[in-house]
């Protein structure tokens, strides 16, 4: 049995699914989707509006009227994807819309592959309509064409995305999301619940809360409206989230005090006992010449503090090593760190130069081979406190999702410390008759590896 690689990009949406009929004469549109879960999230809206105007939706480029291609700008590597991928949609279809952060550099863009049909940037769903209705004019059947309850999906149907705010306020110097996508803007609680409701209507059983920064939902909104709140909205929206029955999942969450209040909640079984905090270091000085918050002292107390009141608690982080000016003893500390920390699950970049970040005028950029050492070793660190963690589960009893039962019935299934594509599995060998794709199910450990653990259906 496989086990997940120990440099699993901790940026990528799972790939999207798609499976659709198409009738007669329908006009069918190509969906490239790329990028992190929150691209994904811009993917369904696109696609659902797509669908109730009458389009088909093709998971390739053959006989597809179009192709939109959902771009990602985060790193420069993933603008070469990017890249390759719409010149692979040009020559595989020849018509193609491109949208996405990438979309923000038209000119960048145009370039490279000047004979696309257009470009558009971030969540600009209009435009991205308005350019498919030139190329591919809408055909809608009123007796066929019914926009389903809770649109389009691209994920399995027991889990889903659902993003609560768009942008972000921080001035990271090594991001260009907040020029892309602009500052925060937080979607009324309101409809976040409602599209909640119809997704676990569904049948979704786990809703992964996604934004740029979910810990500081609603701190942009006017003081009128947030008169009378007796705690932070992301606090009020979480605990309603968590009475809708499903597992609540928060990723991107800030280390800012008030996340303390979410804890309790997570020891109460309302929301699941994870946090993805993107700590990106632990020395001040170079979280100083990223433009973070400098306390990483502070941020093990509370670790501490958040451990203390939910000792259940699975910690989730991202870090950035190579980041310029950062020398051995920067780099030592951030292993020490983490030594202490015994971060339950932990991605990592190599720095890259993206255009447009202020990090890239910085001095004493880190040459690459010594990028790739310390990214080496600081795996090495973070493997070793997974398998000793993992290590320890073994002879407990947990709760598990099943993502899939391949035909020789093994399944894969995530714990509640685990997010689909960016952690480990749990896998179940034999014993699956009679469970399906969505369940969840009680196991007993009786093996654990680096990343992933394997059990059996508790009798």
């Known amino acids: 049995m496989s086990q997940n690689p120990p440099n699993l990009r901790p940026d990528l949406a799972p790939a999207a699914r798609i499976h659709e009929t198409r009738r007669d004469g329908q006009p069918t549109i190509g969906m490239v989707s790329l990028g992190c879960p929150k691209a994904l999230v811009d993917s369904e809206r696109i696609l659902t509006r797509l669908r109730a105007e009458g389009y088909a939706i093709s998971p390739d480029y053959a006989g597809a009227d179009a192709v939109i291609v959902n771009t990602c700008g985060f790193l420069d590597s993933a603008k070469a994807e990017s890249l390759d991928a719409i010149g692979e949609a040009l020559v595989e279809n020849g018509k193609v819309i491109v949208t996405g952060c990438l979309g923000a550099e038209p000119d960048y863009i145009r370039e490279h592959h000047p004979k696309i049909l257009a470009v558009t940037g971030p969540h600009q769903y209009e435009q991205v309509l308005d350019a498919v209705h030139e190329v591919a004019p809408p055909s809608p059947d009123p007796f066929i064409d019914l926009l389903p309850a809770s649109g389009v999906s691209l994920t399995p149907r027991h889990y889903s995305y659902l993003k609560i705010s768009e942008g972000c306020n921080h001035k990271c110097k090594f991001c260009i999301i907040p020029e892309m996508r602009g500052r ?39 003081a009128d409206q947030r008169r009378g709140l007796t705690e932070q909205p992301i606090t009020t929206l979480a605990r309603d989230l968590g009475s809708l029955g499903a597992w ?5 969450v800030y280390p800012y005090p008030h996340v303390r209040e979410i804890i309790p909640l997570m020891a109460d079984g309302i929301i699941l006992p994870y946090l993805d905090i993107p700590f990106q270091h632990a ?54 760190w983490l030594d202490e920390a015994q971060l339950d699950r932990v991605g990592c970049f190599q720095y890259e130069n993206v255009a447009g ?84 199910v009680t196991v007993e450990v009786d093996e654990a590896g680096e990343y992933d653990l394997w059990g059996l259906i508790a009798k």
């Open 184 to 222: 925060l803007a937080s979607r009324p609680a309101k409809a976040v619940l409602r599209e909640a409701e119809k997704l676990v209507e569904s049948g979704v059983k786990e809703l992964l809360v996604i934004s740029q920064d979910t810990s500081a939902y609603g701190t942009d909104w006017p």
């Open 248 to 252: 609540v999942r928060l990723h991107y």
């Open 283 to 336: 020395h001040p000085e170079t979280l100083r010449r990223m433009a973070r918050p400098a306390h990483a002292e502070r941020t093990l107390d509370r670790i501490a503090e958040w451990r203390d009141i939910c000792p259940d608690i699975t910690l989730r982080s991202t870090f950035i090593v190579g980041y310029p000016g950062e020398t051995e003893a920067e780099f030592q500390h951030l292993l020490d």
């Open 357 to 440: 970040a202020r990090s890239n005028a910085l001095p004493d950029h880190v040459a690459d081979e010594v990028k790739q050492e310390r990214w080496d070793r600081f795996m090495e660190k973070a493997q070793a406190i997974s398998e000793a963690k993992l290590a320890a589960k073994v002879g407990t009893r947990m709760d598990v999702i099943i993502d899939d039962i391949d035909e020789d019935g093994v399944a894969t299934c995530r714990t509640k410390a685990d997010a689909p594509e960016i952690d480990g599995n749990l896998f179940i060998d034999e014993g699956t008759e009679g469970v399906s794709v969505g369940d969840i």
